[in-house]
């Protein structure tokens, strides 16, 4: 018979571990759902100290997390998960099965479902995730003179999403395979403006499908997944529209980051990442989005949006006495109309500092608070583990 848990945050007494990234319990339109995949995936990695005593069990644990959120995309809300973890073939990774459902204060909501598995001894690992839900989302234009000038309308944007991916071990920690995502968008404009007409989609991309494919490499080292002192973890996505499959935009969409962790000291942890985007022929929905999940904090994603992004940051990481810590931050990064045009790009700096909490003293993982101040913007962040 599966264990069924109930955790709250402030109480995670079977939170932690390591786990290898796990897909993400909910899908949606492109970036600007990054944020919400990354509180997703925490939901499920945090259920990992339940069963590491049992990895060679065949019974499941149930592990259901409420997890608050706060940023200046999606608002204040909650995001409540139910996960599964059970072990059929007495694989070095569990089998992960999980459902979520968003919802915060300025309308967003998103419910979604996940499955995630290894065979041969992790040598291959898949992955599926479903997802829908609507966002109200601000749309400024495209451009660094859009996100300049701070005008905006609302688009209501309801969507339907399948993600599924397949790896292989190539050697060593280095995974090799394929990604696909289904996504079917319908957004409409809050209320006509006549001044902010122009900002307005075509018809078209208000209304649309797309069918993506393409590789998928990643590369993990790192000592903890959810709270890192120090490894390598390293990613790209590379999706292509299919119209031979229904795709109505045959564009082409590049995603790749590094982050690398280097202690220097018992107490003390220097943290370094690097994100990159590249976006051509894609609706708005499916552009760069600078400010995406953590590139850079300080801004709201989709603010700033074009062909391409970048960003480079730093992190000091300090453990304070008890259970306390603090980390301070800062970056520049920026977007261009292509990737080949990058040198054109804007400066778009940020900085900041945030407080650390460990709930469990049994645990490694932290809540956090963080302030950011970007360029003519900042933005609050309350969240459970680490910004990457």
Same mark, same amino acid.
């Given at each position: ?36 995949? *990354? ?5 499920? &990695?945090?259920?990992?100290? &339940? ?10 644990? +149930? ?12 608002? /204040? ?26 919802? /915060? ?20 690992? +898949? ?20 996100? *300049? ?10 969507? /339907? ?8 071990? +190539? ?14 968008? *319908? ?35 790192? *000592? ?25 935009? =045959?564009?082409?969409?590049? /995603?790749?980051? &590094? ?58 990481? =300090? ?7 603090? +980390?301070? $931050? ?26 650390? $909490?460990?709930? &469990? ?28």
């Amino acid at each position: 018979m599966p264990r069924f848990r109930f955790t709250l945050p402030l109480l995670p007494v079977a939170l932690a571990g390591t786990l290898a990234p796990v897909p993400v319990l909910a899908v949606g339109p492109a970036d600007e759902m990054e944020e919400v995949d *990354d509180q997703a995936e925490i939901a499920a &990695s945090l259920a990992v100290a &339940s069963i590491s005593n049992r990895k060679q069990g065949k019974g499941a644990d +149930v592990l259901a997390v409420p997890l608050p959120i706060t940023n200046p995309t999606l608002g /204040t809300g909650i995001v409540a998960a139910g996960v599964a973890f059970y072990n059929p073939n007495d694989a070095p990774s569990p089998w992960i099965t999980g459902a979520a459902a968003m919802k /915060t204060n300025q309308g967003n909501w998103m419910v979604g479902a996940l499955h995630s598995m290894s065979l041969d001894h992790d040598r291959y690992r +898949v992955s599926a995730a479903l997802g829908t839900g609507k966002l109200i989302m601000k749309f400024y234009g495209i451009g660094a003179d859009a996100g *300049d000038r701070g005008d905006s309308i609302q688009l209501h944007e309801r969507f /339907t999403a399948l993600r599924l991916q397949g790896q292989a071990r +190539v050697a060593g920690r280095l995974y090799a395979g394929a990604r696909g995502l289904l996504l079917k968008m *319908d957004a409409q404009p809050a209320e006509e403006d006549g001044q902010l007409a122009d900002l307005v989609p075509s018809q078209r991309q208000l209304d649309g499908t797309l069918v993506l494919l393409g590789p998928s490499v990643s590369f993990d080292t790192r *000592d903890d997944t959810l709270n890192p002192r120090q490894g390598l973890y390293a990613h790209a996505e590379w999706l292509l529209g299919m119209g031979v499959l229904g795709s109505d935009y =045959r564009m082409s969409k590049l /995603t790749a980051g &590094s982050s690398y962790y280097v202690p220097t000291g018992p107490r003390t942890t220097w943290a370094l990442h690097a994100g990159l985007c590249a976006a051509a022929d894609a609706p708005f929905y499916a552009m760069c989005l600078y400010g995406q999940k953590s590139d850079l904090r300080g801004y709201a994603s989709g603010r700033y949006r074009d062909g391409a992004s970048w960003a480079l940051q730093g992190e000091w990481r =300090r453990r304070l006495a008890g259970r306390f810590g603090m +980390v301070a $931050f800062a970056g520049i990064g920026g977007i261009a109309p292509s990737l080949g045009r990058i040198g054109e790009s804007n400066f778009l700096p940020s900085a900041g500092a945030g407080l650390r $909490f460990r709930p &469990s003293r049994q645990t490694n993982v932290n809540l956090r608070l963080d302030l950011a101040v970007g360029w003519k913007s900042q933005g609050l962040y309350l969240g459970i583990a680490e910004a990457f």
